[in-house]
């Protein structure tokens, strides 16, 4: 049972592994015990799959089958004992000379490759920084909170496609990156946290800066390491890394003991992985006749859509292959924007709650949904039962746990999308096929341009303020859509995915599930250090997009983007206002304010008019910490303005002052069906 269970299940969630309690009898699942890290809905799932795998197969393990296992667990011993490749050209700088564990973790970080982190020092974690200022090759930027310095290594992960490393102490060090470890879980970012703890004799003991962080993360980390033996450091940074950026990625925690950080010994740099168990079960490659089932539901469909997600960013190229062969509208999650580029013909943008009305006409109206990389969230799909009711489903993901979540799916492939593509493109490119298959769908085609006519994108036209959408608009334009963009998470977060234009992957960079305030600063600095131009590394300009209420959140990362000659540009859209908690009182609640307005109780901006009004003063708060900064308020000056920020060297914050009333449109009410779209109004409106 079990083996067919991994031959078709193959999940690459750790989380989804750790020891979950099978009956042999049924194929379901028996009750969670104590010991089981599985919550139910996850046993639910693992029941589900074993069930429908026994029905199918009788419980007879198939020669062919077993074959499989086999090929799958000799990949797995030879994944295990290979080095990392950053390894075949390091240099052990101590030779065979004792040295302390800090030292040997900072070492088994440069056999990794890496070279930039995100750490802040404390009691428990002191070694470690002093063994970083020992290595040759890596550089340190010291956040000025151990939340900034998370988000930074998301920021950084996120746009280079690599593992991000932070460091943290123990205790409240450690618990600050608990925010930053469940974005990173939800947004699947391949993530390494290390953090101190207190000697292993006085672990438990309720000593000054204990906290069992290994307990407090095990539900939103894929995996998690307690150091109890300085002999295993190597190997378990080793498997870090690879748990981190194989299957679907996402963060992992070490946590390393001060006396295990003291100890001198000599790493064995050879020791092999003990993970041959979680990489075998990596879902294997398509098989062709999975692959000719998604070709078969092309030919049948009329009205084809494309719903790629977050799981086609490494698949970019092959994804935009697969669109043009097919010649099937094609619409984005907010995780997946820049995988196609959202300016295209052939692109519908966003869809969604926020996203555009044909992109979620198309998905109502369509017969086949090819969802590639995607999990059905619940801002996307809204009414689940009305989400796509007239189409046959295909998924392709890599993750076994999000097949058959949320949506049956009627072809469902638990793959690597980018191996599935370039398979789909190898069976499309066949003589003929493609033209056959694209020619089915000229009416479909046209019905979607219609739409984009009768329902555009737009927001309102007015002189007398500065629109937000115009202000990203206008970005977009002196950019010519190249920048990397970074945001906290609000309104502003959905009108720069709307009106900013992403035509390349990882140019996009936001808290999507977990919709982390404070994000957009703290990110923007580690996209900067990954593309600072120096040392080999590409140069790009990076703007956050930020509001004033999650803008705040992180502020003080103003002194790290100084210190260490971050060129990041921050275009703060500031209402005043918690602006989509505003707009859903307007809403829902009667425009009845409940301690959403952050400015000064004495006198609100938005009524007097009076500059003087504004609080706080961010344009004062930038230049206390050295950073150049400037406010308009004026249309006629915001194009000027812009520009005068992406020319300025170094860090610029440009404060816009816009309008609070403005309303994040196209919306779809949580929990509503397309039918009840809204496209109009905003906070003048009573409702």
Not at 370 to 390: I, N, P, Y
Not at 530 to 545: E, H, L, W
Request: one cysteine or more; aromatic letters at 6%.
């Amino acid at each position: 049972i079990y083996q067919q269970f991994i031959l078709v299940a193959g999940s690459s969630r750790m989380q989804l592994f750790k020891r979950l309690p099978m009956a042999a009898e049924g194929g379901k699942c028996a009750p969670p015990k104590a010991s089981c890290s599985a919550g139910p809905r996850t046993t639910r799932r693992c029941a589900r799959v074993v069930t429908n795998t026994l029905a199918s197969n009788k419980s007879t393990v198939k020669a062919s089958e077993l074959d499989e296992i086999q090929r799958v667990r000799q990949a797995a011993q030879v994944a295990v004992s290979k080095p990392p490749a950053a390894a075949s050209t390091w240099v052990d700088r101590y030779e065979n000379e004792p040295r302390k564990g800090s030292d040997i973790l900072v070492q088994s970080l440069e056999r990794e490759g890496v070279d930039q982190v995100f750490a802040y020092p404390g009691g428990a974690s002191m070694e470690i920084h002093q063994a970083l200022t020992r290595s040759p090759t890596i550089q340190n930027y010291l956040c000025r909170h151990e939340q900034g310095e998370i988000f930074a290594a998301e920021g950084w992960a996120k746009t280079t496609g690599r593992v991000g490393v932070c460091i943290a102490t123990s205790g409240p060090g450690a618990t600050n990156l608990v925010t930053g470890l469940a974005d990173a879980m939800m947004d699947s970012v391949p993530l390494v946290a290390i953090t101190g703890q207190v000697p292993r004799r006085f672990i438990g003991t309720d000593a000054f800066q204990e906290t069992p962080i290994v307990e407090i993360t095990r539900s939103i980390t894929k995996h998690n390491y307690l150091v109890m033996d300085i002999k295993d450091l190597p190997r378990i940074v080793k498997e870090a890394f690879y748990l981190a950026r194989s299957g679907r990625p996402g963060p992992v925690l070490i946590d390393v003991p001060k006396d295990i950080q003291q100890q001198l010994a000599v790493p064995d740099w050879n020791t092999p992985m003990s993970i041959t168990a979680y990489i075998s079960r990596l879902p294997p490659p398509p098989k062709v006749s999975q692959l000719e089932a998604v070709i078969e539901a092309l030919r049948n469909a009329r009205k084809p859509v494309i719903y790629a997600g977050g799981g086609c960013l490494d698949a970019s190229e092959e994804l935009r292959a697969f669109a043009r062969a097919v010649g099937a509208p094609i619409t984005q999650t907010l995780m997946g924007l820049g995988s196609f580029p959202t300016d295209d013909p052939q692109s519908m943008q966003m869809l969604g709650m926020h996203g555009t009305v044909y992109a979620n006409y198309a998905i109502d109206q369509s017969d086949l949904l090819v969802a590639l990389g995607v999990r059905f969230d619940d801002r996307v799909t809204g009414k689940l039962e009305t989400f796509a009711q007239r189409a046959t489903i295909v998924h392709i993901d890599i993750d076994t746990a999000e097949i058959g979540k949320n949506k049956i799916a009627q072809v469902a492939i638990c793959s690597d999308v980018k191996t599935s593509l370039q398979g789909l493109n190898k069976l499309l490119s066949k003589e003929g096929l493609s033209e056959s298959i694209s020619s089915q769908y000229a009416e479909w085609r046209q019905e979607i341009e219609d739409k984009k006519k009768e329902f555009p994108m737009r927001y309102p036209v007015r002189e007398d303020v500065i629109v937000p959408q115009h202000a990203i608009e206008v970005l977009g334009e002196e950019t010519q859509g190249e920048a990397i963009i970074t945001t906290g998470v609000g309104q502003h977060q959905m009108w720069a995915a709307q009106w900013y234009p992403y035509r390349e992957p990882r140019r996009w960079v936001t808290s999507g599930g977990l919709g982390s305030m404070g994000f957009g600063l703290p990110s923007a600095l580690g996209a900067a250090a990954a593309f600072d131009g120096q040392n080999g590394r590409p140069k790009r300009t990076v703007v956050d997009i930020d509001g004033d209420g999650s803008f705040l959140m992180n502020c003080q990362e103003l002194a790290t983007i100084f210190v260490d000659k971050l060129d990041v540009k921050i275009m703060l859209l500031n209402n005043q206002h918690l602006g989509m908690v505003v707009q859903w009182e307007d809403r829902f609640y009667k425009a009845n304010r409940a301690h959403t307005y952050l400015g000064s109780r004495e006198a609100e901006w938005h009524e007097t008019g009076n500059e003087a009004d504004i609080y706080p003063d961010f344009v004062g708060m930038a230049k206390s910490f050295n950073v150049a900064a400037k406010r308009v308020i004026k249309k006629e000056e915001l194009r000027g303005a812009i520009r005068e920020m992406l020319d300025t060297p170094g860090p610029f914050l440009l404060e816009v002052m816009v309008p609070h009333i403005e309303h994040v449109l196209p919306m779809i009410p949580g929990g509503a069906s397309f039918k009840e779209i809204i496209t109009e109004g905003d906070g003048t409106v009573k409702y």
